[in-house]
């Protein structure tokens, strides 16, 4: 039966449209079962244009009911959804990188300035003006265009906006973007946030957090205890970690205070003011992880079989072993660093060291805080066969 029953909606087809319209027609008084409705007839087209109209109706009101169905909503029928959740669908998102500018000692690298990866399309803008102090300075650019666009260490190296005043450019380790959440994503995150219990709590701020643009990580701690944690949270607090850039300082504050639960105080090491429901001022406190860079050397001993290219590959398989297992709080274990070594043919023997400073020598793994991130880069890896 087409319509709206207790078994969901079923939508007429044209051809069951059209044939409804001619038992109409055949079973009214003015035409009577003699009625002519072939296609060739005047009335036969009339009807077949009406039932045309007809069927764009029912197939409205299809789209209309599954509108409200998550496994069926797609485009702005699913964001509808997603937003009566309390939450939208992620935006794209551009790469990030810090960059170190030489130049002349003085000289303002001003926003905008446009940098590239060489041979590539990949051009990368400066965010806010920075100084070359003493002929260096820092500062971080995002790319052009949205999407995940990978930005390994020393790849930003040629200038697009020309400047005397410009030397030499490169980068660290980025943070790559994203491309615009797609509708199975966006679904399959309403079905987790469904099945989420409601109200204040680290899991809400958690969830709200992960959300805001240019979060990459969030830890939500909290010391329900009666005293001082290990980790010098006061009693009855929570404390927000986050990895991030270009995110709204404003729009974090805001979720933390609207998602914490009475009574609870906020910790951290930065703060912002965000106004309340009565129109109050209320500091809300959180953390920013910080870097710590991870410095690796292997003296290696190898046998025929290593490849003329084998510490660049020792060295690349390092790096992404260690890439994979970064994360906010997460040690450096040095097991993962011997067996990348040894993951490239050849390789039987050597010293493997690792500390957070230069000149490595350290055969155990590496704590990383709760407040921290272990930052991996090429260039301080260093190979040797």
């Known amino acids: 039966m087409a319509g709206l029953t207790s078994a969901g909606f079923t939508r007429k087809t044209y051809q069951e449209v059209k044939t409804?319209?001619?038992?109409?027609?055949?079973?009214?008084?003015?035409?009577?079962?003699?009625?002519?409705?072939?296609?060739?007839?005047?009335l036969g087209q009339l009807l077949a244009v009406f039932a045309l109209a007809l069927s764009a109706v029912w197939e409205a009101l299809l789209a209309l009911y599954q509108a409200w169905d998550p496994a069926s909503a797609t485009g702005t029928a699913l964001d509808n959804l997603l937003v009566l959740a309390g939450t939208i669908r992620l935006s794209a998102a551009a790469s990030t990188a810090p960059v170190t500018v030489t130049g002349t000692a003085g000289a303002t690298v001003f926003a905008g300035t446009l940098f590239r990866i060489p041979d590539t399309d990949f051009q990368f803008?400066?965010?806010?003006?920075?100084?070359?102090?003493?002929?260096?300075?820092?500062?971080?650019?995002?790319?052009?265009?949205?999407?995940?666009?990978?930005?390994?260490?020393?790849?930003?190296?040629?200038?697009?906006?020309?400047?005397?005043?410009?030397?030499?450019?490169?980068?660290?380790?980025?943070?790559?973007?994203?491309?615009?959440?797609?509708?199975?994503?966006?679904?399959?995150?309403?079905?987790?946030?469904?099945?989420?219990?409601?109200?204040?709590?680290?899991?809400?701020?958690?969830?709200?957090?992960?959300?805001?643009?240019?979060?990459?990580?969030?830890?939500?701690?909290?010391?329900?205890?009666?005293?001082?944690?290990?980790?010098?949270?006061?009693?009855?607090?929570?404390?927000?970690?986050?990895?991030?850039?270009?995110?709204?300082?404003?729009?974090?504050?805001?979720?933390?205070?609207?998602?914490?639960?009475?009574?609870?105080?906020?910790?951290?090491?930065?703060?912002?003011?965000?106004e309340d429901s009565q129109g109050g001022s209320q500091t809300v406190e959180y953390t920013v992880a910080t870097t710590v860079n991870i410095y690796i050397s292997a003296a290696l001993t190898v046998d025929a079989e290593y490849p003329d290219d084998g510490d660049d590959q020792v060295q690349e398989a390092i790096y992404d072993a260690m890439v994979a297992d970064a994360g906010l709080g997460r040690d450096v274990i040095y097991g993962r660093i011997v067996a990348a070594a040894y993951s490239i043919p050849g390789v039987i023997g050597g010293t493997i060291a690792t500390d957070t400073i230069p000149g490595p020598t350290g055969t155990a793994n590496l704590t990383i805080g709760v407040r921290q991130i272990a930052s991996h880069d090429l260039v301080r890896i260093i190979v040797a066969s």
């Open 20 to 42: 409804d319209l001619e038992a109409d027609v055949r079973a009214s008084s003015q035409f009577g079962t003699s009625a002519q409705l072939h296609s060739t007839t005047v």
């Open 125 to 274: 803008a400066v965010d806010e003006d920075f100084v070359l102090t003493a002929g260096t300075g820092t500062g971080t650019v995002t790319c052009t265009i949205t999407g995940p666009v990978a930005v390994l260490a020393a790849t930003i190296t040629e200038q697009v906006t020309v400047s005397a005043a410009i030397a030499t450019v490169t980068n660290g380790t980025g943070t790559a973007g994203r491309d615009i959440e797609t509708d199975s994503a966006a679904r399959t995150r309403l079905y987790d946030l469904l099945a989420e219990p409601e109200g204040a709590g680290v899991d809400s701020i958690y969830r709200q957090v992960q959300e805001l643009t240019g979060i990459t990580e969030v830890r939500v701690y909290e010391n329900d205890t009666g005293s001082t944690d290990g980790d010098g949270r006061p009693s009855k607090s929570l404390e927000v970690v986050i990895v991030g850039s270009g995110y709204v300082a404003a729009d974090l504050g805001a979720i933390i205070w609207t998602y914490k639960p009475a009574g609870i105080e906020t910790y951290g090491t930065s703060s912002v003011a965000v």
